[in-house]
């Protein structure tokens, strides 16, 4: 229950959008992106595998012709949702790794004050392939945005804080049974009298 509301805390604090951990950059092989078809949700999205990038493109009527192969990268996504006209981007402009996590910060472009644009509903989205990882997918908008995390990398995490906190616990138990065993050798050692030097003839 700690550890649920410690990610509860870390998902809607949006002072943590600059992580304080250290991380390395990762490079984003390919990337795509546009307008889907329609009015859509909004929504981020870490993609692993054949079968989710299929259910994913699927339910977005999305079809990207780039062969992405599934044992060495993945895909992470990001939909703004509905906006009133055209000339709306989304851009990745950085993803990071750190010890236990990847973080991808993203940003949204709205059309310039004088541009020109279509007056329909548009679903602005950007795609990306990046290394293959197990690690839980944070997402943070630029300029210190919330953060959000796909409801899968959630879940993620949340296993994953339960198995470090039962690993942490069984390293203490472990402490605990070294200790007790240096106490018994100690109190045995100070009740007993040394044994005596060997003689040589």
Known sequence: MIVFAAL???HTSSAWATSTLKSRPIAQSSNA???LPGPGPNG???IRSVEQWREFQTAQRLNW????DFNRDMIVAVLLGTRNTGGYK???SDVRA???MIEVTYSEIPPQANQSVNQALTNPYVLSVIAQSQAPVVFSKENFGPQELPYDEYTRMIRQSSEMSYQLEDERRKNA???GRIQDLTNLLTRTSPPSAPQHN
């Open 33 to 35: 992106h546009g307008d």
């Open 8 to 10: 509860m805390a870390l």
């Open 44 to 46: 981020v999205h870490a």
């Open 90 to 92: 989304v851009h990745i």
């Open 65 to 68: 012709p780039i062969a992405v």
């Open 98 to 100: 750190t010890d236990w």
């Open 177 to 179: 049974m070294a200790q």
